[in-house]
């Protein structure tokens, strides 16, 4: 792996230890029956999602390291791959926390949109790796 691969994979496993924690957080706010968690079903949804996206994506994006310096691809496409796959498990779980921060939220604020952006970001990042290794 190169450097910045390397660094890069560093960087998203020192992340896994605050996804557990959130997850331990999403259990401490169900055992300890915290208003605006249990009682609030969009905003249990929403970081459950993100909690979810959180975990799912940071493997994601480990695993995609592992290709990303095997495709064929130009260094400038190849950085800008690794930056979008790397920013969804970033974009995703923020605009499903962020959007519901206080308890009484009972609808998705404008904060939403970061996870399409993860969303797309993830999609481009991938595309570029896949055709980098066709």
Known sequence: M????????????????????GGASLLAHILGRIPGYLDNPVRRGLWRAGHAHAGVLV????????????????????SLAQWLIVAAPILMPLGFFL??????????????????????????????????LL
């Open 59 to 78: 493997l994601f994006s480990l695993v995609a390291l592992i290709y990303l310096d095997q495709a064929d691809l130009s260094p400038g496409f190849r």
């Open 2 to 21: 190169s450097p910045s691969t390397l660094t890069t994979a560093g960087i998203l496993l020192i992340t896994v230890p605050g996804v557990a924690f």
């Open 99 to 132: 959007s519901v921060v206080r308890p009484g939220d009972t609808r998705p604020n404008r904060l939403i949109w970061l996870t399409g952006l993860g969303g797309a970001s993830l999609a481009a990042g991938t595309i570029i790796l896949g055709i980098g």
